[in-house]
């Protein structure tokens, strides 16, 4: 069972929409993380957070931004869609203390902008 | 930059057959080192883990193999079968700073019935 919620699944938008992608934590983690994924490829850090009002632009370039004003929400917004957006878009959380368990992942969200 | 370098890229293996996937790092700023498991349309999962004062983890037809001293470990999937068709990443995680995961590029497995 997910205990990182994202939503929407799938989401196919038209070009120039605004558009807020979300992802919810119940495992009361510090750190949380947006990564970009075309299917089966490399992932890539787009945003990070390791707390609240702490945000951090990852490795990969991204028009987007991101918002931690609760712990347990971490939502990614585009201001302007375009194709080059259409994309996975995979959330994850963190919670590393004294025992490693790695990341959690989200089921991620499945963009298209047309 | 700290890169966790992964191959094959693609492998195609029969069913019951063995499944090696490889990963190597540059530095030695790294404690952790997760295999994830991703089916499509799913995000990653954790499938396996170690950390690097152990040469090697065993979980079911799972195993990690760790060697330190060459910078390099490797997931073995023993009796590979149709079900573990999937994108395998590879990750270490960073003592320095940030402590974020350090992913590799994937390998897509095809286990063939």
């Known amino acids: 069972e997910a205990d990182i919620y994202q939503t929407p699944r799938y989401l196919v938008i038209g070009t120039g929409k605004k558009i807020t992608l979300e992802c919810s934590q119940t495992m009361g983690h510090d750190k949380m993380y947006w990564y970009q994924q075309d299917p089966g490829m490399e992932l890539h850090l787009i945003h990070y957070s390791y707390g609240v009002n702490s945000t951090e632009k990852g490795d990969l370039s991204s028009e987007s931004t991101v918002s931690r004003i609760r712990t347990e929400h971490f939502p990614l917004t585009l201001e302007s869609a375009r194709p080059s957006h259409t994309s996975q878009y995979l959330c994850?959380?963190?919670?590393?203390?004294?025992?490693?368990?790695?990341?959690?992942f989200g089921s991620g969200t499945r963009l298209t902008v047309v | 930059q700290q890169q966790v370098k992964q191959s094959p890229q693609s492998l195609i293996v029969q069913k019951g057959g063995i499944s090696i996937i490889n990963c190597a790092y540059e530095?030695?700023?790294?404690?952790?080192f997760p295999w994830y498991q991703q089916f499509p349309g799913k995000g990653p999962a954790l499938l396996i883990a170690?950390?690097?004062?152990?040469s090697e983890k065993k979980e079911g037809r799972f195993t990690i193999s760790f060697n330190k001293s060459a910078k390099q470990f490797s997931l073995h999937i023993m009796d590979s079968q149709p079900g573990d068709s999937a994108t395998y990443f590879c990750?270490?995680?960073?003592?320095?700073?940030?402590?974020?995961?350090?992913f590799g590029t994937g390998t897509r497995l095809k286990v063939l019935a």
């Open positions: 994850a959380s963190s919670g590393d203390r004294g025992l490693l368990r790695g990341y959690t």
């Open positions: 530095n030695t700023a790294f404690d952790y």
């Open positions: 170690i950390r690097p004062d152990v």
């Open positions: 990750a270490a995680r960073s003592t320095s700073g940030t402590y974020k995961y350090i």
